[in-house]
Each structure stands twice: as structure tokens, then as C-alpha cells.
């Protein structure tokens, strides 16, 4: 592919239905944005190392401001490769477009590129750009596999749950779990956004878990509540289970509950779980050394 395709891309999300139809008028500031990067040479092919890293932007940098990674276009089959070329391009576009938190500017990449993954597996879009078609480009309906795109597939799953945050937030990478650092997420975070998305009900274990860790890792008697709140939203031992593994350390979770364990309003809640689940929540006093005989 090259600087042609990049253009062919762009426009084909241009004609596009989710371009066209797209809540708050993102796709348009995507589109313009996309096409000023274009036309100062800020978006080309950039060798980032494995297939498995698609691209990424970042602006001002040496080079292109949005990278796109020749191994990842690569290996698809040669029809896929203009749509995900496309695709890809939306989702960095996103992140050129808004002025987001880096979390909530993800969600919002990856929401967009949904939309417009749907109409790619589904109807596709006509390419304009070769209309009529020219030799070695490809004309007609762009569509693509779903099964060639199971990332997407499985997000897209998830926003139709309204879970797509628990999804971002289990992304492993070689380097670890990429959006759980606190460039993305913290406790203060966590507690005002506890009842979005369908609240604590609808979150993932692993998602609970990642909360409470972060929570009882400040030691803030603030979020103690909150975890309670969390852990009172399990019924199932799997789940239970699950979110405690990601939970972390317990003695650090039992440091976090010891400034409410003894207020009324708490101790009884503790107490429940710590019956339910067979587990301690919270410090157990010193024992007192038996004397010598």
C-alpha cells in the first residue's frame, strides 16, 4: 500500500453512512482532521515492530504525527487491507480530533471504529476513489470479514452490552495491561464514574478487582465505602473469585476497611461478606503473648 491508499481510506470513510449519520458530529471533525494531516504529510507507513501494534499518533513528534504499521496491513488479505487501512485511520483520527482524557479518548476511538466496523462486515461502503476502478486498486463495495477481525468483533460485543470500558481495560500487551496505568485510571476516577455505563452490576470481575486494587492502594478512608459497595455487587463464587485475584494483596484490602470496620454503618456489611465469601476483610487484633511458665 502507499500514500494513495492512505487518501482511499480517508475517503472511504467519507462516504461512509457512519460518517454521515455518526452522533455529535464527530465523524465530520475526524474527517477534516484526517485530511489536514494528510495534506502536511503528517499520516504514512511506520515500522512499529509487531502486526499486533496497528498504529498510533501522537502530534508534534519527528516523522509522522499518525503511524501506521506496514506489518499490520500486511498480513491481511489483500482485500481486508483497505478497509482496516480505513479503519485504523478512524480510530487515530479520533485521538487527533478530540481533546478527551486519555481513557474516555480511547472509548471514544474505539466506539467510532465500532460503528464503522459494523458497516464494513455488514453492507460496506462503495469506494468513490475508484469509481470507475483502476488497475491493481480495488473498486466496487468495500466490505470485510468478521471473522479476520476478532478484536473488533468481541468490542463490538461488548458496546452492545455497555461494557466496552471493561473490555479496554483487560487489553494485555507485551508490556502488560496498557490502560489500566494511572495515565488512564485512578481511584478518583473510579469513584465518579462507579454508576456509568450500566453501574457496578454490569462491570466485568476483573474490573471490580482493578477497582478495589486501586482504591485500597491509596489508603484513602474516602474510597473504603466504595469497596464495600464493590464487593456487595458479587453473588457468584467464580466472580468473587476472579475479582479478588485481581484485587491484589488482601492485607493491603483489610488496611483499606479498617478505618470504617468499627462505624455501624459498615461493620455489619463487612461482617456479611467476610461470612459469605470465608474470607477476612479486615486486620484481626494482635494476640497477646502467652506468658512464660
Known sequence: MDKSDISDAILLFQSSQTARHAAGG?????????????????IGFFD?????HHGDFLAGRAGFDLQVNPHYIDQLPAK???????????????HAAVNFSDLYSEMAARILSIH????LAGPGVFNEADDPPQPGKQWGIIRIIPSNFPGLQAQSDALKRDQLLDYILSIKTDKGKTYTTPQYIDAQWIIDKLQFWGGLKNRWATTKGL?????????????????????????????????????????????ALDDISANPRFSARIAHLERKWGVRLTEEPPRRAAAPR
Open 48 to 52: 512499529l515492530g509487531k502486526a499486533e
Open 80 to 94: 481486508e487491507r483497505l478497509g482496516s487501512l480505513s479503519l485504523l485511520l478512524v480510530h487515530e483520527g479520533v
Open 116 to 119: 464503522y466496523y459494523r458497516e
Open 211 to 255: 477497582y478495589i486494587r486501586l482504591l485500597a492502594k491509596s489508603l484513602d478512608p474516602r474510597y473504603a465505602g466504595s469497596i464495600v459497595d464493590i464487593m456487595e455487587s458479587v453473588e457468584r463464587q467464580q466472580d468473587w473469585t476472579e475479582m479478588m485475584k485481581e484485587a491484589g494483596p488482601l492485607h493491603t484490602i483489610q488496611l
Open 26 to 42: 464527530r465523524a465530520a471533525s475526524v474527517i477534516r482532521h484526517l485530511w489536514e494531516l494528510f495534506k502536511r504529510k503528517e
